[in-house]
């Protein structure tokens, strides 16, 4: 079964990290551009960043520059959000996703896999 499987969200006091991890079953990421996006309540589902199948290429939305930081390991088959200095507004369901085209991750349109999300909440 071909598959992403989202962890390690939870909940987090403002000011706070968490570190988000993306494992792929049943297919190798050496090839695949990988993005993270995320849906608060009540909004559309946004990009939060996307990094390119060799790792030479990365894109972060204005509001997590300079706090996320995406990175990947393709001996672990394994995409990761690294998250910092958390906000309230950082809240929402967080979500990988899998495309062999940078392009299609960057829009998150077609893109040909998607995790089942991991639940973020920033709150004291």
């Known amino acids: 079964q071909l598959q992403l499987v989202e962890s390690g969200g939870g909940l987090v006091q403002p000011g706070g990290s968490l570190r988000l991890s993306c494992a792929a079953s049943?297919?190798?990421?050496?090839?695949?551009?990988l993005g993270w996006f995320r849906q608060a309540p009540g909004k559309e589902r946004e990009g939060v960043s996307c990094?390119?199948?060799?790792?030479?290429?990365?894109n972060y939305a204005d509001s997590v520059k300079g706090r996320f930081t995406i990175s990947r390991d393709n001996a672990k088959n394994t995409v990761y959000l690294q998250m910092n200095s958390l906000k309230p507004e950082d809240t929402g369901v967080y979500y990988c996703?899998?495309?062999?085209?940078?392009?299609?991750?960057?829009?998150?349109?077609?893109?040909?896999?998607w995790g089942q999300g991991t639940q973020v909440t920033v709150s004291s």
């Open positions: 996703a899998a495309d062999r085209y940078f392009r299609a991750v960057v829009a998150g349109r077609r893109v040909e896999y």
């Open positions: 049943g297919f190798t990421l050496d090839y695949y551009a």
């Open positions: 990094i390119s199948s060799s790792g030479g290429r990365t």
